[in-house]
């Protein structure tokens, strides 16, 4: 059995369902929902904007999020609270023009349970217990990077907050991260301006890995820098996810490097996740307009493909009429789900079908 197949048998690590992050009027994402599963590598693509980088950051609890629940190994681990708010203000509406006192009676409960519902959500929301073994990679190699810390602090911070003490066993560790994402001991002692944006992405990666986590967000880990090194980083990644049995949630905007690196794809627009299908079904069937326009937009290193080449413009108005039947997420094939209405659901299923 091939490794991607024992992955889509395999129990799930981290459930996101119907997350919402709202900042004021922005909907940075807007009722999200998926499953990774243990020893997956998940990669979640879009252009700039679409929600991506806040769908991890609020994963690993960087923003409170505004609703919905994160469940990592079976237990919520995040809940927002929006929800039960708006249930609980719809319910008072009613409840003032109602006449009835068995409906009465039943209003007041249904409040009273939305209210515990929130008092749950802020306790689970608190807990700490998983903390180190979900772990993030930043963007940026240069500001997430202490510039006033040595790279043994850097990288041993995380335990030294865990509340190891053992500088013995802290030096150890550190010196073990460093040789696993091939930096040497020597390194340790040096600042981050003394090395080139490989390497320091390398001590990144070496800061998450060394809290041994089940868990990796790396967000585009690799778009800040040089094609040559992005190979040796991704394979790095790749590496290892098979030492440590890691699962990773691959947030990137390059979708040639998801493809080579992820077991299914998320494809995100404006907070909406609008396609997910494994890294094959969903490029050799494209069905959302939004994905095939961004499968369009990949360069191919041939000259004369590259002169026929085609983009595809994706105007939401144009594609779709969502005046009367709106859409939501719906399973087309096994495993291949799309964001659309009826009508666009049953179209896809005669395209799928010819």
Known sequence: ???????????????????????????????????????????????????????????????????????????????????????????????????????????????????????????????????TDIQMIFQDPIASLDPRMTVEQIIAEGLVINGEKDKKVIQQKVYDALEMVGLVREHAGRYPHEFSGGQRQRIGVARAVVMEPELIIADEPVSALDVSIQAQVINLLDDLREKMGLTVLFVAHDLSVVKYFSDRIGVMYYGKLVELATSDELFLHPLHPYTKSLLSAIPMPDPEYEKQRKRITYVPLKEHDYSVDLPSLREVLPGHFVYCNQAEFEKYQASVQE
């Open 1 to 131: 059995m091939s490794n991607r197949a024992k992955v889509q048998e395999g129990e799930t690590l981290l459930k996101v369902e119907h997350l919402c992050q709202y900042f004021k009027s922005n909907k940075a994402v807007d009722d999200v929902s998926f499953e990774i599963k243990k020893g997956e590598v998940f990669g979640l693509v879009g252009e700039s904007g679409c929600g991506k980088t806040t769908t991890g950051r609020s994963i690993i609890k960087l923003y409170d999020i505004t609703s919905g629940n994160i469940y990592f190994k079976g237990e919520r681990i995040a809940a927002g609270t929006l929800s039960y708010k708006q249930n609980i203000k719809e319910a008072q509406e009613k409840l003032k023009a109602e006449t009835d006192s068995a409906k009465k009676a039943e209003l007041e409960a249904y409040i009273k349970a939305q209210r515990e519902e929130i008092k749950a959500a802020k306790r689970d929301h608190k807990k700490k217990r998983f903390y």
